[in-house]
């Protein structure tokens, strides 16, 4: 069975400064991994998606992401953050065999100035 | 393209009554998802249509939830009766099967 890990629930940072929202997966087949954002009060975006070929992912808002196959991660990361990128962030694997998204349970990033 | 469509937008009612959602899905997207988001977690799939057929509702609290989805394209879920713990937003999403999904607004349901 797939599974998500968020490592953390919650990362406080500065504007300006880099960030890394990790995310670890199970899986016994090959996936489709997803980050969404969800800002205050709005529904679930797409940041970014790997379905296959180049291993670094780049997405919308300048973050982008690894997807590392012998470590079964796809940590997200940018490397300058401001105010409005304060959000939810959820990592997801889509797993063709059963065709469920399978959810982590979300990073809250906090931004402050 | 037009996004999903999702309403209400807000709904507050109370414990042991009834309430429906209603999703128009993008445009010739088989596959249609609801998921219940509770405060600090992460959406949980409820149900999943693939055209009017499910594909999978083991997480549906069938006792109280049921969705339907007419001639494939338009979907509803329905509570009866509602309980404090159902408060939570409710999203409907779409996709092409595999592809990504595009999420709607969502509802947000507070139960009092």
């Known amino acids: 069975a797939q599974s998500v890990t968020q490592l953390d629930s919650q990362v406080p940072v500065f504007e300006e400064a880099p960030v890394e929202l990790r995310c670890n997966y199970s899986?016994?087949?090959?996936?489709?991994l997803f980050w969404y954002v969800q800002y205050p009060n709005q529904g679930l975006q797409l940041l970014l998606k790997?379905?296959?070929?180049s291993t670094l992912v780049k997405g919308i808002n300048g973050f982008e992401a690894e997807f590392n196959k012998s470590q079964t991660s796809f940590h997200l990361r940018k490397p300058s953050v401001h105010i409005s990128d304060t959000a939810e962030y959820f990592c997801?694997?889509?797993?063709?065999?059963?065709?469920?998204?399978?959810w982590g349970l979300g990073t809250s990033l906090a931004v402050n100035p | 393209e037009a996004g999903v469509a999702q309403s209400p937008r807000y709904k507050i009612i109370e414990k042991r009554q009834s309430v429906a959602f209603w999703c128009n899905p993008i445009?010739?997207?088989?596959?249609l998802y609801w998921y219940q988001q509770i405060l600090g977690q992460g959406p949980k799939l409820l149900i999943q249509?693939?055209?009017?057929?499910?594909?999978?509702d083991s997480q549906l609290p069938k006792d109280r939830f049921s969705a339907e989805r007419l001639k494939g394209v338009d979907s509803t879920l329905k509570i009866q009766p509602a309980k404090l713990e159902d408060s939570a937003v409710y999203l409907c999403?779409?996709?092409?099967?595999?592809?990504?999904?595009?999420f709607g607004q969502g509802t947000r349901l507070t139960v009092v």
């Open positions: 997801a694997v889509y797993a063709g065999n059963n065709r469920k998204l399978i």
């Open positions: 899986s016994s087949v090959s996936v489709y």
């Open positions: 790997y379905l296959s070929g």
């Open positions: 445009s010739g997207h088989a596959t």
């Open positions: 249509f693939q055209n009017n057929g499910v594909v999978d």
């Open positions: 999403a779409s996709s092409s099967p595999g592809q990504k999904a595009f």
